[in-house]
């Protein structure tokens, strides 16, 4: 019993922070693939502040859950280097627009890698594990093709970042249903308390 609550799935009433940015970005990315002549500019700016409300989600979920959970450092160290990274770049759109596809490759990089993690130590406990190594996979693939080709035309760039948002969107709201706390994790919880 005491291994099942190591793991943060399902421990966290705020589950639903992470299924409205999910909600959020399936039409944020259908616009994005409508929308070709959108400004490259425009995109900087709306991936930046997407990108600070993920850290502020990624704190309001780490604050929220027991700092004994699996994981809990790392929910902070990310939310806290999304948002100082988002107003970081804000300052100078410029210079973002210009490093905006290398930015997208290591982000997509280390959340494809994470995914891969959460994948494999989760697959004796977790009954959609299988979905996080596809993810983690495709996160993989996706920042090679920002790697291959940073300064592709700007159609082709609304495409990947249209395609992205989508699956990031229902990626999210996989996961805060993995999240939401379920009878049995909320019996085990009050169990603890007694």
Request: charged content about 5%.
């Amino acid at each position: 019993m005491e291994n099942i609550n190591k793991f943060f799935w399902g421990k966290t009433k705020y589950w639903w922070t992470v299924l409205l940015p999910g909600i959020l970005l399936i039409p944020c990315g259908c616009w994005f693939l409508f929308s070709p002549t959108i400004g490259y500019f425009a995109i900087t700016t709306i991936l930046l502040w997407m990108l600070i409300l993920v850290g502020v989600v990624q704190l309001i979920i780490a604050f929220n859950t027991p700092r004994h959970t699996a994981g809990w450092g790392w929910w902070i160290a990310g939310g806290i280097i999304d948002i100082f990274l988002g107003f970081m770049m804000l300052g100078n759109i410029g210079f973002s627009a210009m490093i905006l596809p290398y930015f997208f490759a290591f982000v997509f990089l280390y959340k494809g890698v994470a995914s891969l993690i959460s994948s494999f130590s989760s697959m004796a406990h977790h009954h959609s594990w299988w979905l996080y190594l596809i993810n983690g996979l495709l996160q993989i693939i996706m920042a090679a093709l920002f790697f291959i080709s940073p300064f592709s035309a700007m159609v082709a760039i609304d495409f990947l970042i249209g395609i992205s948002f989508i699956y990031w969107g229902i990626s999210l709201i996989f996961f805060a249903l993995d999240l939401r706390p379920s009878n049995h994790s909320s019996i085990l919880t009050s169990e603890e308390e007694l």
